[in-house]
């Protein structure tokens, strides 16, 4: 499906189909192997814990965080949580796990600007009619290739991989997201999340949880650089959900309203 938008007399034409203490976290068991790193039991890479379960030591807040059973816990409103200790590293990979209480929206925020691991109950918030603003997806860019979140209520596992232009996301031991933005394949969504504010080029971000407005807890937070040597390639067989009609008319609003905003 095309969506042409006018702006300043450009024609814009979007096609839409679709103190640091070292952790061993858990081995993954891989149902996609393609492109991502191999990791065991035996063969774990060395992580930097990121929250040791206790105190808020290297992270920022409002006063509306607090910590429930080794968690953090968004208990009312105030603002995000962000990690001050470190920059985002260029090359990366992030394991947490995330939980959700009915109809919560909140992400993970790992580049400058609008670029988001969403973190959505997908049944009961109307972001879920949208692939490309559900669970695990790149919000506003990527949908995943599926839904493989658990009901709310229950934790589920994640990753972030980034190695120079590849973005993996991972949910509950799937790689559920796997694609290169230097792709011109992708290319119209790279540019719908440049609409919103997000450039995937750019690095040394803060990393950040959000506070959207609903309960939302995360635990387990660590991460680990990628050496040089340590391939991440795209999928080739990558294929994000695709869109419904009314949450791709819904989306196309959105946009236009972004881009009458923007041209103020």
Known sequence: MKLTLVRSGVILLFVFSTSVVRAQPPAIQQKDTEGAAKTSSNEEPEFTQLFDG???D???HGGNWIIQDGAFYRSESGGSLTFTRAKV???FELRFEWKVSKGCNSGVYYRPGQVEYQV???QHSSYGENPRQSAASLFFCMAPSKDATKPFGEWNTARIVCKGTVI???LNEEKVLDFDYADPRWAPMVHLLAIRGGDLSGRGGELWLQDHGQPVWFRKLAWREIPEDEP????A???P??????ALEKERERVKRMLQEQAK
Do not use: K, M, Y
């Open 54 to 56: 206790r105190t808020f």
């Open 58 to 60: 290297g992270w920022r």
């Open 89 to 91: 590293p260029d090359d």
């Open 120 to 122: 959505l109950d997908n």
């Open 168 to 170: 993996q996301h991972w």
């Open 232 to 235: 991440v390639v795209a999928s």
């Open 237 to 239: 067989t990558f294929r």
């Open 241 to 246: 959900l695709p869109i419904p009609s009314a």
